[in-house]
């Protein structure tokens, strides 16, 4: 395997992880305004991600940073063709960020208000065009003999990856849910449980229909496998919601974020961004990656700082793996 197939896996595997964490904590940002019914309740999901959100975007910034050192010629394509989707992603992201921090410095009701709807609007957005970004990517878009983007704003919302920025929503929502019913407990976890068991279904169908779709235009035998293990895996999850083992549902659903983002990159794979016009042009692992000395250096990087920041944020999560209610949320 030459080094930039190697960077290829690493890449997916950073997306990977980025979707996994992040997905449920955009699901917790969302979920402020589908469960909880006061503001305390809103402080305990919150207080539920508080110790790991920034942590969970790390993984973003690793494969963004990645993206550019590996594969310059993809990442120039992908940021300009979509400039402005991406541009919004990154607003609602800074906006979170800043929404976290800040809703507690004032003990204002219409000031703690404003930042709660700040976080439920820039978990539910970037939710949505993470699937619409990706849908596009393994559908193919304008890219011309140059490498270049030549499309527009409106040839990114298609049927199919509009219905992918649905399934991102639908799916970070659910995990969110079981994450919600594994860290709480009291009233909220009860109604947790009872959300994701209405989320499940429709969380499946959706998934499924898009996943069924990809296989159809771009899939092959390894992408196959993918698809069932995703769909066998956020069944477990329902049926493991249903029979209150929080610990497994999450876990399953997890496993379905894994196997769908993976056989996402499993269709593209030897290209990074496929062109609609032609498919001589078409963005591959050998015509968009750095040199061979770039990669080896990477390689060297990678292989020392990773399993450090793996094992930091693992230990976070053992730190911070207690349940949370109301009771532990002092009156304002």
């Not at 065009?129 to 140059?146: E, H, P, S, T």
């Not at 947790?192 to 209405?198: E, Q, T, Y």
């Not at 899939?219 to 496998?225: C, F, K, M, Y």
């Not at 930091?312 to 209610?325: A, S």
Request: charged fraction near 15%; charge should be neutral.
């Amino acid at each position: 395997m030459e080094l930039h197939d190697v960077w290829f896996v690493l890449i997916a595997v950073l997306w990977i992880g980025y979707f996994f964490l992040e997905g449920f904590d955009f699901g917790i940002g969302v979920l402020t305004k589908l469960l909880a019914r006061d503001r305390k309740e809103r402080r305990v999901l919150i207080n539920t991600i508080g110790p790991v959100w920034d942590g969970n975007e790390v993984w973003l910034l690793s494969a963004g940073g990645a993206t550019f050192a590996a594969f310059p010629e993809w990442y120039a394509t992908l940021f300009s063709g979509f400039y402005l989707p991406l541009l919004l992603i990154l607003v609602c992201l800074i906006v979170r960020g800043v929404a976290f921090e800040y809703r507690a410095k004032r003990p204002e009701e219409n000031w703690q208000r404003n930042w709660e709807n700040a976080i439920f609007w820039t978990s539910l957005i970037p939710a949505v065009l993470w699937g619409v970004a990706f849908g596009n990517i393994v559908r193919g878009v304008k890219i011309d003999a140059q490498m270049e983007y030549v499309g527009g704003v409106a040839d990114l919302l298609n049927p199919y990856a509009l219905l992918g920025g649905l399934v991102t929503l639908a799916l970070f929502t659910f995990h969110g849910t079981v994450f919600a019913g594994l860290k709480t407990v009291g009233e909220i976890r009860a109604r947790a449980r009872k959300l994701a068991l209405v989320l499940g279904p429709i969380t499946a169908v959706l998934a499924l229909g898009f996943l069924l779709w990809t296989q159809h235009g771009h899939g092959d035998g390894a992408s196959l496998v993918a698809l069932i293990v995703a769909v066998v895996a956020l069944v477990g999850a329902i049926g493991a919601v249903g029979a209150g083992r929080e610990g497994w549902s999450f876990m399953l659903s997890g496993v379905t974020i894994v196997a769908a983002v993976a056989m996402l990159f499993l269709t593209l794979f030897p290209n990074v961004m496929p062109s609609s016009l032609n498919e001589a042009w078409n963005l591959t692992v050998t015509n968009a990656s750095s040199t061979p000395y770039t990669l080896k250096i990477m390689t060297w990087c990678a292989a020392i700082a990773t399993p450090l920041v793996m094992l930091y944020q693992g230990w976070t999560y053992w730190v911070f793996r207690k349940r949370i209610g109301t009771q532990h949320i002092a009156d304002a």
